[in-house]
């Protein structure tokens, strides 16, 4: 029992101290402004989801967290990062959606796919939860309606502002 028993201990610590963290990569944001994912400001939760113009499951993933979002933000302090995947056939596309959708988030591109492939990304949707330490806690992909609300309470267990 005693073997058993450090086993799992030393299990737990090894997983641990192994949290997964995010992959540092330059990318920009409409305006041209350039962000390392590693140092995204995680001074509380951070949502980075990954997404296309093309991806209908995406749109809809984000336009209804959209609706959510202030009040999201107002109870855990939560950030949300949309990376688009769009490539430089389509990267045109994402102001006009991304403006006409009235969108709160931080939009970064990733039109060479570096930030995608770093974090292990094989298809959109791709959402990630980050704590305030920058560890990925929660992850998820393919969206169908409802995942927002298994993605709030994941959120929520984080603790609030």
Not at 4 to 15: A, E, G, Q, R
Not at 46 to 74: M, R
Not at 85 to 93: L, V
Not at 111 to 121: I, S
Request: hydrophobic share 35%.
């Amino acid at each position: 029992m005693k073997i058993l028993y450090l086993t799992f201990l030393l299990f737990l610590i090894s997983f641990t101290s192994n949290a997964q963290k995010v992959a540092a990569v330059k990318l920009k944001d409409l305006k041209g402004k350039t962000y390392n994912t590693s140092e995204l400001g995680f001074d509380g939760p951070v949502v980075i989801s990954f997404w296309a113009t093309w991806c209908s499951p995406c749109k809809k993933e984000l336009n209804t967290i959209h609706e959510l979002y202030e009040d999201w933000q107002a109870e855990t302090g939560v950030k949300l990062v949309a990376v688009s995947i769009d490539d430089e056939k389509t990267k045109s596309q994402v102001p006009t959606y991304v403006n006409g959708k009235a969108w709160d988030y931080l939009v970064l591109l990733d039109p060479n796919g570096d930030f995608k492939r770093a974090m292990g990304v094989n298809n959109v949707p791709h959402t990630f939860l980050l704590d305030k330490d920058g560890n990925i806690v929660y992850t998820h992909n393919n969206y169908a309606p409802g995942d927002e609300e298994k993605l709030y309470q994941e959120i929520k267990k984080l603790g609030g502002k």
